[in-house]
């Protein structure tokens, strides 16, 4: 069980970057970052260090005198928590714990920290408990009372007790465990997506406290969670799309199917790896989506890096190839209106809207159709006369529009977006 009791622990945190002449300023924003994360696992920022250097130093990431400077300062302001913006390995943690008499943390594991926090369903818990003990596996050589103070993030106990007195190989079997399980869900989960055929299916996708759930509750009248944390969702929802606007409904009127809309887990630059793969069940239906909504925070200085972060994840989960559209969000927010237009024109595929304020909303829903109706094609199929299963897969696939009997062979006229309509064809 993970416990999701909170304090507020003093903390410091610690960003290593290597010197090259141009980044100078990268821990500015990388620290603002992980001050970000902190808070939102519920620690008190207290200070921060930052060096750069032409290496980082195989014992402490950063150099000994740098470490000592901390270790004092812990001393005196009775800190209880160190974090480190960069992914710590088992040495560097041993050594600096050695070092500073407090607890010690990578982004990663206070990544895992917040998803363990912010998970609520069963499945969401299962993944996170999976990434856990997966990140600890390579760190499991340390003292047991070392691994207790490593899991100890904020607040929380991590993936329980017990797993802390058990050795490796038990740890591994709860792994094959966990992955059984996760695997029954994917099965439940397809069975559920065979049933959404008839739907056209968009995925929010985009950095995290973008405004992804804001946008879904504007979509589709809904209340899903929204918090100006990051990673407040952790769990997929899905809704049928509900405008309440008249011109954004009239664009849509003539859609061919129904709208589903989902909302999911943010990304984030540096996602721990072993969490991008046991959330793969959650992010299924990213994959599986004809459009994608590539949430932007346009008010966030760094939201260029933040879409690429973005683009390197959708390849990750091997969604990169989807119909994307662009939506920049928080327009309200942005000051300097001279951006957005010079944004516009290097994205004239874009969307600029306020999901917040509910603005620019039906030229979101032109974009859209724009695009599904571009995908979207009418097409006949010819199958021989006795292929029922072939009519079969037809109406799984498509939406079928007529079905003509000949004498040699039956025509049925389908509406399907270009990939089924590439499949089908092949297949008959
Ligand atoms: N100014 C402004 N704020 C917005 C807008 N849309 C969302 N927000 C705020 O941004 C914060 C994050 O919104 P969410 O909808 O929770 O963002 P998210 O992308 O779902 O975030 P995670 O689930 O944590 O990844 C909240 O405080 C929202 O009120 C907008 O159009 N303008
Ligand atoms: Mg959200």
Avoid at 206 to 220: A, P
Wanted: proline share 1%; with cysteine; net charge positive.
């Amino acid at each position: 069980m993970i416990d999701t009791k909170t304090t507020t622990e003093k903390t410091v945190l610690v960003y290593f970057g290597v010197k090259d002449g141009k980044n100078s300023y990268s821990h500015v924003l990388a620290l603002e970052e992980l001050r970000s994360l902190a808070e939102t696992a519920g620690a008190e920022v207290v200070k921060e260090y930052y060096q750069f250097n032409d290496n980082y130093d195989s014992r402490f990431m950063i150099g000994k005198g740098k470490v000592e400077e901390i270790a004092e300062y812990v001393n005196e302001y009775k800190v209880s928590l160190v974090i480190y913006e960069n992914e710590l390995t088992y040495t560097h943690l041993r050594n600096l714990e050695k070092e500073i008499k407090c607890k010690i943390l990578d982004k990663s594991s206070l990544i895992l920290d917040i998803f363990a926090k912010n998970a609520k369903t069963a499945q969401a818990k299962l993944q996170v408990e999976l990434a856990q003990l997966e990140y600890s596996l390579p760190r499991l050589t340390r003292q047991w009372t070392h691994l207790s103070k490593q899991y100890g993030g904020i607040g929380t106990k991590g993936p329980g007790e017990t797993q802390i007195e058990t050795d490796r190989r038990l740890i591994k079997k709860r792994i094959s465990v966990l992955k059984e399980k996760l695997d029954k869900i994917i099965i439940q989960r397809q069975t559920q997506s065979f049933e959404r055929r008839n739907f056209i299916r968009l995925s929010l996708v985009g950095y995290t406290n973008v405004g992804k759930s804001t946008l879904l509750n504007l979509l589709t009248d809904s209340d899903v969670y929204v918090e100006n944390k990051l990673f407040a969702t952790l769990d997929t929802s899905t809704r049928v799309m509900k405008l309440k606007t008249k011109e954004a409904v009239d664009v849509i009127s003539k859609f061919p199917k129904k709208v589903l809309i989902s909302d999911t887990v943010g990304f984030i630059k540096n996602l721990p790896h072993n969490l991008i793969e046991s959330f793969k069940s959650t992010l299924s239906e990213v994959i599986e989506s004809d459009v994608l909504l590539h949430v932007i925070d346009v008010s966030n200085p760094n939201f260029e890096e933040q879409i690429e972060v973005v683009k390197k994840t959708l390849d990750e989960i091997g969604a990169k190839k989807k119909l994307i559209l662009e939506v920049f969000n928080k327009v309200d927010a942005v000051e300097n209106k001279e951006i957005l237009i010079g944004l516009s024109k290097n994205h004239s595929n874009a969307v600029f809207i306020s999901a917040r304020k509910g603005l620019n909303l039906q030229s979101l829903m032109l974009n859209l159709r724009n695009l599904i109706t571009k995908d979207v094609q009418e097409t006949v199929i010819k199958l021989k006369h006795d292929d029922y299963k072939g009519l079969n897969d037809i109406y799984k696939k498509a939406e079928v529009k007529e079905v003509k009997y000949l004498k040699n062979s039956i025509k049925v006229k389908i509406v399907t977006n270009k990939k089924n309509k590439e499949f089908l064809e092949k297949k008959n």
